[in-house]
């Protein structure tokens, strides 16, 4: 049963001999009244309050979910960036990796191409050499060929004549009377 302040105002009692005295029973229901007055007043104003704060609850409750899911999709984000650096990183290492690879081939290639140039200039200069001497050789040989021809023909037109004697490491002939050294002679 709901008693509002108007109800206790407006209820009335039997009146029988010997009873309360009515103007304090009627002074105690206006307390009584008032005292239910402000009490329902502070009722209502407590449940709005209820349903304020309520309401307020619920507002921080769907804020403290949306910043929950926020911070999930946040750590996602975090744990995809991280991942895909690292794969990124990754595969900047991988392509670093081959492209020195390539580097270290090329220059390998360089140092093999430059070792057979080396070998092939050793083998010319082997060739220019066994060649050189063996001109030098030959030029020697017809040039005691020649002093050996020279020598023989200046007997034959004076007499028989001894050839000069030789020094070491010198070799000479006479070509009209003059001598020459075949270092002179190769000059000509």
Do not use: C, H, W
């Not at 390998?108 to 070792?115: A, F, L």
């Not at 082997?126 to 040989?141: C, M, N, P, V």
């Amino acid at each position: 049963m709901n008693i509002t302040p108007l109800d206790i105002r407006k209820q009335e009692f039997r009146k029988v001999f010997r009873g309360y005295d009515p103007a304090e029973v009627e002074a105690f229901l206006d307390m009584v009244a008032d005292a239910f007055e402000k009490v329902s007043r502070d009722t209502i104003t407590l449940q709005e309050r209820v349903e304020a704060l309520d309401t307020e609850i619920g507002r921080f409750r769907n804020l403290e979910r949306t910043l929950q899911e926020t911070l999930v999709a946040a750590q996602q984000a975090a744990e995809d960036t991280r991942d895909n650096a690292k794969k990124e990183g990754d595969l900047i290492v991988k392509e670093a990796e081959i492209v020195a690879e390539r580097a270290i081939e090329q220059a390998r290639g360089q140092v093999s191409r430059i070792k057979a140039e080396i070998v092939s200039l050793k083998t010319q200069r082997d060739t220019f050499l066994a060649r050189l001497k063996g001109i030098i050789e030959a030029q020697a040989e017809f040039l005691k060929d020649l002093r050996f021809d020279e020598s023989r023909e200046t007997r034959s037109e004076r007499g028989p004549a001894v050839p000069p004697p030789e020094r070491e490491g010198e070799s000479s002939f006479s070509t009209q009377g003059e001598e020459v050294a075949p270092s002179a002679q190769a000059g000509r």
